[in-house]
């Protein structure tokens, strides 16, 4: 339906380089809009439907399950309170199908390849990359999966680990014990201990001795606190210094690094995270339909085929949201993976479940992701409940994303529609987001904001067609912005770093296939390999805090504090039950940023700092 038009941009292009000092902390700023009236929610017996994301819930629930609206009318259901989660998650491993899409991911670059961990020859496991055919992604739960493999992995490594020299790795294997500094407070450092941009993590990896860099952090929120890993003094010097001499002797070959080939789209991993039915699924679907990736038969038949099932507004999800469960759930429980290309990129779209039951998978997607693209629900009480600071996935997706490293995001502020395209909401959203964003470690030259309307097609790749939209945003469409995004920094001059996605054993064979995103080195048939998982989910005990932080300055404030309230900082020491693979932060980013969840929820992140004990058998 064509509206009226008007003007423009209101871009930050603040450059904050690492000033984090500067930025303003309290991000619970009051809005200033005016709530449209609130839809009301239609009942049938038993259930009552949701009227923001139209799940049906249970009589008994006070806020939708789904979305996390309050009821409305606002109902007394103390009585019989049933928590309704959604369930089955262990059947989904979104790690698996993140697999088999990257599998296909590789095949689009190397066709008829699939790429297979075979074995461990005597000295090396062995990557080869044949034509036989493709897994079977059946699979149970992703941590089952990558627990699974990391133990093969062990068992495998333990039975070779005296042949590898440390000539032949570059890293520690597994790691069991270590301490972990807690930095809270939702801000970052400003000097060496503060929450620091990338670089300033690898120069005061550099000066680690210095107390006051013992510490290092990354993004931080008001609600988490931060963690970085310790090492006790003494078995730390060896690991170390092991590690820096086959570092510095390492030689990359011709072939491992990049040829300048014109022509070729950069590849970039893009998330798409948010609160619970913001519309992540149905923006993702309309990327791959305007990019050209559905056809339009496709999208009838989606079309069809939700209206069939009642869901009709579902159907540009349906595209992503492939199970039944997950379709009639109307919601997204696993990572679901697709390609198109901008411009620029090659893009890997990795379309994140919002449920917060379902975190753990979105994190399988997180890992991944060289930017993101965070989605909010602009409607009244959907945004607020995507920033609630208990349970808002908006917010815990955005801590999630950049504490695995992706410092690039786009906002897009989605169902305009619903408040009728309103400046002064699109504006009251991007004040408190960004005040957040910035408590997260991202800075304003990194963030972009777009409104728009994933069902009414606006501002997705062309200008705004809607008047009252276009009257006041001109700025680039979300094709536009994912363009301007920053392209990711692959080196591959390093020894090869690849953190396992997902690891999917192949019985009769006896084989393990193992995915992953390349870190830094090249890879190619008989390369000789060490293996990272950098996501697995180990159970952990916190065994002491070793100190509280200035959250400013990293200097120790005070030594071996009983307790550690929210918001501050902390060096902590975490005893794992499980060896895992990790590596301090001044070694290798990628595996070494942790955070800690409890109950359901992220309560810490973090970099480690040192490994105090380590397990080589
Ligand atoms: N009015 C309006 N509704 C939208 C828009 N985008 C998505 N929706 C609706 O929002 C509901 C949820 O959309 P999804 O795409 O499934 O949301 P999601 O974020 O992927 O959901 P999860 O993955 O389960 O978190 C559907 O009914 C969509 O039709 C929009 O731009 N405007």
Redesign the pocket.
């Known amino acids: 339906m064509p509206r009226k038009v008007n003007y423009g941009v209101d871009y930050d292009e603040d450059d904050y380089d690492d000033g984090y000092e500067d930025y303003d902390y309290d991000y619970d700023v009051q809005e200033n809009f005016e709530e449209p009236e609130t839809k009301q929610e239609t009942t049938r017996p038993g259930v009552w439907h949701c009227p923001i994301?139209?799940f049906d819930n249970e009589d008994s629930m006070s806020s939708c399950d789904?979305c996390g609206v309050l009821r409305n009318p606002l109902v007394n259901t103390r009585s019989g309170i049933k928590n309704n989660t959604v369930d089955g998650m262990s059947k989904y491993s979104g790690a698996s199908i993140m697999a088999k899409s990257l599998f296909e991911s590789w095949q689009h670059s190397t066709p008829n390849k699939t790429l297979t961990l075979l074995q461990l020859t005597d000295e090396f496991v062995m990557v080869e990359c044949n034509s036989s055919s493709p897994f079977k992604f059946d699979a149970p739960s992703p941590d089952d999966l990558v627990s699974k493999g990391l133990r093969l992995s062990k068992a495998v490594l333990r039975a070779n680990n005296n042949k590898l020299s440390s000539s032949d790795v570059t890293s520690s294997v597994t790691e069991k014990k270590t301490a972990v500094g807690l930095p809270s407070n939702g801000k970052r450092f400003a000097s060496s201990s503060a929450l620091m941009s990338e670089d300033s993590y690898s120069s005061v990896g550099e000066n680690a001795s210095s107390p006051s860099n013992k510490v290092q952090q990354q993004s931080l929120s008001t609600s988490l606190n931060n963690i970085s890993l310790n090492v006790k003094p003494g078995s730390s010097k060896n690991v170390n210094a092991g590690r820096a001499i086959s570092n510095a002797h390492y030689k990359p070959e011709k072939w491992m690094l990049p040829e300048p080939v014109e022509d070729r789209l950069t590849q970039l991993n893009l998330a798409?995270v948010?609160?619970?039915?913001?519309?992540?699924?149905?923006?993702?679907?309309?990327l791959l339909q305007l990019s050209g990736r559905i056809s339009q038969k496709e999208m009838h038949k989606y079309e069809k085929e939700a209206k069939l099932q009642g869901?009709?507004?579902?159907?540009?999800?349906w595209a992503?949201?492939e199970s039944a469960e997950?379709r009639e759930?109307?919601?997204?429980?696993t990572v679901a993976v697709a390609y198109f290309d901008s411009k620029r990129y090659h893009v890997v779209l990795l379309?994140?479940?919002?449920?917060k039951d379902f975190v753990p998978n979105m994190i399988s997607g997180a890992a991944q992701a060289d930017a993101a693209i965070l989605?909010i629900?602009a409607?009244v009480g959907s945004f607020e409940a995507g920033m609630d600071s208990t349970g808002g996935?908006t917010r815990e997706h955005a801590q999630l994303i950049r504490s695995f490293g992706a410092d690039q995001i786009i906002v897009a502020i989605?169902?305009?529609?619903?408040v009728e395209y309103s400046k002064e909401r699109f504006d009251a959203i991007k004040l408190q987001v960004g005040t957040f964003l910035r408590s997260c470690g991202f800075k304003d030259s990194s963030v972009s904001w777009v409104p728009?309307?994933?069902?009414?097609n606006?501002k997705l790749v062309v200008a705004a067609s809607d008047s009252r939209l276009l009257s006041w945003y001109k700025g680039p469409s979300l094709f536009g912005a994912i363009d301007s995004l920053r392209p990711p920094a692959r080196d591959y001059s390093k020894p090869l770093v690849m953190p396992i996605c997902d690891v999917i054993k192949l019985p009769p064979q006896g084989l393990v296939s193992a995915c992953g995103k390349l870190e830094a080195g090249a890879l190619r048939n008989g390369s000789k390999l060490e293996f990272h998982i950098h996501h697995a989910r180990e159970a952990a005990r916190v065994v002491k805090i070793l100190s509280l932080l200035d959250s400013r300055t990293g200097k120790v404030t005070k030594k071996a504090p009983r307790c550690l309230l929210a918001k501050q900082s902390a060096v902590v020491e975490v005893a794992l039950q499980e060896a895992v693979c990790v590596e301090e932060f001044s070694t290798c980013k990628a595996l070494g940023r942790v955070f800690l969840r409890a109950l359901g929820r992220t309560i810490a992140v973090g970099v480690v700092t040192r490994i105090i004990e380590e397990l080589r058998e």
């Open positions: 994301c139209t789904i798409i948010g609160h619970v039915d913001s519309g992540k699924s149905t923006l993702s679907g309309r869901k009709g507004s579902f159907a540009y999800a992503l949201d997950e759930r109307g919601i997204t429980m379309d994140s479940p919002g449920h989605v629900d409607s996935q989605n169902k305009m529609d619903v728009l309307s994933a069902i009414e606006q």
